[in-house]
């Protein structure tokens, strides 16, 4: 993966999601097949437990934005502009942990293991935590050629 000494845009020139929805805060390495991504849960965020923490199941959604900013990122070192995509899901999140403390960093990485040619991809990811993995999850993604089309398809 390319080193973190590069800088990279802002989250925001790569993703559409904006505040409370926008969960990661940078990316802090980046190449044709991963990403990793830096995200601190927001202890008063919408998602914040009792503690201020952010429950196990809310990683997906940082999972599942970085490897949106990957794909944006990637478009865009080709000249392109982002195109949008949806999470299909995972069949397995695995955790040792059942939340990520609020107000501390995680780093968040996605590696594509599979894409096709229909749009079809699969992603490798993990959650570290102070450097220790502490969740895991194969995200299943799909980037159709023609988004319109595909939510008049889908969702009528």
């Avoid at 802090?28 to 990793?36: G, K, L, V, Y």
């Avoid at 919408?46 to 949106?68: F, K, N, R, S």
């Amino acid at each position: 993966m390319t080193a973190t000494s590069h800088r990279w845009p802002p989250i925001g020139e790569l993703l559409p999601h904006r505040a409370p929805m926008l969960l990661i805060d940078a990316v802090t390495a980046h190449d044709a097949n991963s990403i990793c991504v830096q995200a601190t849960p927001d202890m008063h965020g919408w998602y914040a437990d009792a503690q201020g923490d952010m429950p196990v199941h809310i990683v997906i959604e940082l999972m599942a934005q970085a490897i949106a900013a990957h794909e944006a990122l990637t478009r865009r070192l080709s000249g392109l502009p982002p195109a949008p995509g949806v999470l299909l899901g995972t069949r397995r999140l695995e955790a040792t942990v059942t939340s990520l403390p609020g107000g501390r960093p995680v780093s968040v990485h996605a590696t594509c293991v599979l894409r096709d040619d229909t749009g079809n991809g699969a992603y490798d990811c993990h959650v570290e935590s102070d450097g220790e993995s502490v969740v895991t999850a194969t995200l299943k993604v799909h980037q159709p050629k023609d988004f319109s089309a595909f939510l008049l398809e889908h969702l009528t």
